[in-house]
C-alpha cells in the first residue's frame, strides 16, 4: 500500500501556494511538491468572487491531483483573515484523586474548563493554546503530570475568527472535491517550521508580509504571547507606485519587483528607469530613487502597525531574538534593514527548515527555502508535529488526524 500524502495550502489574494509532502511510516514528511498559482476572487483573506475564487483554487487542485489522485483529501488549510481575535481564558478545578497525585484526566478536566467560553455564533475558534498551568499557587508550570496539589489552574490563549470567512473557503475546496482535515492561523503555521526553539524561548516576532494584508505572531519563553493581521500588504505598495507613477497596476507590480528597494538612501539618484520598456503603453523615465522612497514609505507604515501591536505587549525593543520576515513581501531589498530601524529589534529573512521535510531532490530543497513558502511549509509541519502546543481539537482527546492515518499504515 502507497504512504498517504498530505498538502500544505495557502491561499494569498494574489498567489496560492501547496506543499505536498508523503507521510512515511517513521512518522516523518519527505517533500515531493510544491505547486505556485495565480490566486483570484479573494481579498485579505477571505472571498469576495465565489466564482473567480472556485475557479483558480480549482487549478491548483487540478495540479495536485495530478501528483496523486487522493492528495486533495487530506488538505491543513492556512487562514489569516483581518478579523482574527486574541483572548485569555483560565479554567480551574479540584484535583480529583485522594492522594493528590494530577493525573492526565484532570489535565483533561482543567483544558475543557477554560476552553469554555461564549462566542457569538458567527466566530470560529482557530486554536486553542495552554500558556501555563498552575498548582496551588506555583505558576508558569508546562507540564503538571504526575505533581502533587489541590488545585489546578489553566491559562489559556483562544484564537477566533469570523466563521464565514473560514467556511466559505472551506466550502469552495470540498465543493471542487477536496477535504480540509484541519487548519492553522498562518503565521503560526510559518513559526513551526521558520522559528527555533531558541528564538521562541528569548522572545521573538514573526511577520509575513502577504500581498493584501500583514500577519504576525509574537513568542515568549516557548509560548504564543500575541498574534493578529493587519489589513495592510505589499500590494499596497503596488497600488502607491500606481499611483505616484501614473502607470497601469501590472507594470507597478513588474517595477516593484525589478527595482524596488525598502530604503531609498541607499539607491544612487542617477539610477534610471525607462518606463516604456516596462510596459509599452507608458512614457518617461522615473528614478529609482523615487520608486525607492514611495515604497520605503508604505513599508514603514507597516512595520509602524506591527510595532504598535508590540508596544501593547509591553515589548517595543525588548525581543532579543528580533523579528523574522517571511511571505512574498518579505523578498524586497533591503527590507531587513529598514525593519530592523523601525521596529528597533535584530532582524532577519525566515528561511524554511527544509532538511526536516526531507525534500527528495535538491532542485526542491533549494526553491523551498523561499520565505514565500513559509505557510505552505509550516501548515504540513503544523500537522505531523500533532499540534502539541497549539490545537484545534477538543481538549482530552490524544493525538490528531495524522497520528491516525499513520497508524493506518503501521501493523
Known amino acids: ?115 469554555a467560553i461564549n462566542l457569538p455564533p458567527n466566530r470560529i475558534v482557530l486554536h486553542y493554546l495552554t500558556k501555563e498551568f498552575i498548582v496551588d499557587g506555583i505558576d508558569n508550570i508546562s507540564d503538571p503530570l504526575g505533581m ?17 470567512s473560514v467556511k466559505n473557503i472551506m466550502k469552495c475546496i470540498e465543493t471542487l472535491g477536496g477535504s480540509v482535515i484541519t487548519h492553522a492561523l498562518s503565521p503560526i503555521a510559518s513559526a513551526h517550521t521558520v522559528l527555533s526553539n531558541g528564538q521562541k524561548e528569548l522572545g521573538v516576532i514573526l511577520i509575513d508580509i502577504g500581498f493584501s494584508k500583514t500577519s504576525f505572531v509574537v513568542y515568549e519563553e516557548k509560548k504564543l504571547v500575541h498574534a493578529g493581521v493587519i489589513p495592510v500588504g505589499s500590494g499596497n505598495i503596488t497600488n502607491d507606485l500606481a499611483i505616484g507613477l501614473r502607470i497601469p497596476i501590472e507594470a507597478a507590480e513588474i517595477i516593484k519587483l525589478s527595482y524596488g528597494s525598502a ?53 517595543a525593543g525588548q525581543l532579543p531574538a528580533g523579528a523574522v520576515l517571511v511571505g512574498g513581501g518579505a523578498k524586497l531589498p533591503n527590507i531587513v534593514d529598514l525593519a530592523r530601524s523601525e521596529l528597533r529589534l535584530a532582524a532577519e529573512i525566515g528561511v524554511p527548515a527544509v532538511a526536516a521535510l526531507d525534500p527528495i531532490s535538491g532542485d526542491l530543497s533549494l526553491q523551498a527555502e523561499d520565505p514565500e513558502y513559509a505557510c505552505a511549509l509550516g501548515l504540513l509541519r503544523y500537522e505531523q508535529e500533532g499540534r502539541n502546543d497549539t490545537t484545534t481539537a477538543p481538549a482530552g482527546k490524544v493525538g490528531s488526524w495524522f497520528k491516525k492515518i499513520v497508524g493506518s499504515f503501521i501493523p
Open 1 to 115: 500500500m502507497s504512504s498517504p500524502l498530505i498538502v500544505g495550502l495557502d491561499i494569498g489574494t494574489q498567489n496560492i501556494r501547496a506543499a505536498v509532502a508523503e507521510i512515511k511510516r517513521d512518522n516523518q514528511l519527505s517533500l515531493i511538491s510544491l505547486i505556485k498559482m495565480p490566486s483570484a476572487g479573494m481579498r485579505r483573506g477571505t472571498i469576495d468572487n465565489v466564482v473567480d475564487a472556485t475557479h483558480a483554487i480549482g487549478q491548483v487542485l487540478t495540479e495536485l491531483k495530478k501528483v496523486s489522485k487522493g492528495t486533495i483529501k487530506n488538505i491543513v488549510l492556512g487562514v489569516a483573515t483581518p478579523d482574527v481575535k486574541v483572548q485569555h481564558s483560565k479554567g480551574v478545578v479540584a484535583v480529583s484523586r485522594a492522594d493528590d497525585e494530577i493525573y492526565q484526566d484532570d489535565i483533561s478536566r482543567v483544558i475543557q474548563s477554560s476552553q
Open 148 to 164: 502533587i496539589g489541590k488545585r489546578l489552574e489553566v491559562n489559556t490563549l483562544i484564537i477566533d475568527a469570523f466563521s464565514p
Open 263 to 315: 530604503i531609498a538612501k541607499e539607491v544612487p539618484a542617477r539610477d534610471i528607469v525607462d518606463l516604456n520598456k516596462v510596459d509599452a503603453r507608458v512614457r518617461g523615465t522615473v528614478s529609482k530613487k523615487y520608486i525607492a522612497e514611495i515604497i520605503e514609505v508604505r513599508l514603514a507604515e507597516i512595520f509602524e502597525l506591527v510595532n504598535n501591536e508590540i508596544k501593547h505587549l509591553a515589548k
